[in-house]
């Protein structure tokens, strides 16, 4: 357990406590029901890495690491701009204290494209996954960094049976063990290390060779240029997931094609 992820952890459940306080477990599936249908994100992704790269495009206003990231922050107009460019899939950051999210930024940026959407937040406890599809999530994401191999299998059944994906996150070859056990296809490897911030994208170079062929690498965080994805694809990462420098353009329609425009072919695994 990481500093960050201990103290993101440590509010989290609280706020989860007060929320399920506010809204009943029946209620929120009641909610959960009546949500839009889940969009299939891990077919997308297949889909679209079969060609070319799949790219999980994430809404982020700020972070721990960087703080704010960007001021003029239009969740909808972002989701769009996404959607215009090329990318497979939206992450929005729901979390509030470190991230600057809220869930009405999942609402919105999903609501203004056809893309499916990860709801990227901190999630421990199955209610946040009927909350997540009450939302309109169409997948979820596990740290297996912050959770037992008993809460990840309860919130993997619990998007299962909603109908929702899983994006799996791992940091290091001991929770990539954890990771494979679980059912879920995409196996996201994060280039940042939770405990210093630093980002290398050697975590990719390292653990990919060891995720079995039947899963789906997501190569995250730390991606700027084509040459990056060019350099991640000769490892079997043919999915992205970026924020951060996309967050930071102007154009941001404009630099998300051209980050998809030139697909390498050439893969190690
Ligand atoms: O981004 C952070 O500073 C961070 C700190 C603590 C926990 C998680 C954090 N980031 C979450 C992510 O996984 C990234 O937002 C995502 O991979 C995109 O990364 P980037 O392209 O580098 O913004």
Redesign the pocket.
């Known amino acids: 357990m990481t500093d ?2 201990a103290k ?1 952890k440590d509010y989290k459940l609280a706020d989860v406590a007060a929320r399920k306080i506010a809204l009943p477990l029946a209620e929120a599936e009641a909610l959960a029901r009546a949500a839009s249908p889940v969009r299939g994100f891990a077919a997308a992704l297949a889909g679209a890495s079969r060609e070319g790269y799949g790219l999980i495009a ?1 809404i ?1 206003k700020a ?4 703080g704010l ?1 960007r001021a003029d922050f239009d969740p909808a107009a972002l989701a769009q701009a996404y959607a215009q460019g090329g990318a497979t899939c939206l ?1 929005v ?1 729901t979390d509030a204290p ?2 600057q999210g809220d869930d009405s930024y999942l609402v919105a940026a999903r609501d203004a494209c056809a893309l499916p959407a990860l709801r ?1 937040d901190f999630l421990y406890d199955p209610w946040q996954v009927a909350e997540s599809r009450a939302l309109g999530a169409d997948c979820i994401l596990i740290i297996m960094a912050s959770v037992s191999d008993a809460q990840a299998q309860e919130l993997e059944q619990a998007a299962i049976d909603w109908q929702m994906d899983v994006l799996i ?1 791992v940091h290091d070859q001991a929770e990539l063990d954890r990771a494979v056990l679980l059912k879920s296809p995409l196996i ?1 490897i ?1 280039n ?1 290390n ?1 405990k210093t ?1 630093d ?1 290398t994208l050697d975590t990719t170079r390292i653990l990919s060779k060891r995720v079995p062929e039947d899963r789906q690498i997501v190569c ?4 700027f240029t084509p040459e990056d994805l060019a350099d991640m694809a000769r490892y079997g990462a043919r999915a992205f ?7 930071r353009q102007d154009d941001v329609a404009a630099a998300t094609a051209r980050l998809l425009a030139n697909p390498s072919t050439g893969a190690m695994r």
């Open positions: 960050i992820l993101i994430e982020k972070s721990p690491s960087k990231i992450s950051l470190s991230f990227k996150e996201g994060n940042r939770l911030f980002v995250e965080s730390g991606l997931l970026i924020g951060e420098s996309l967050m």
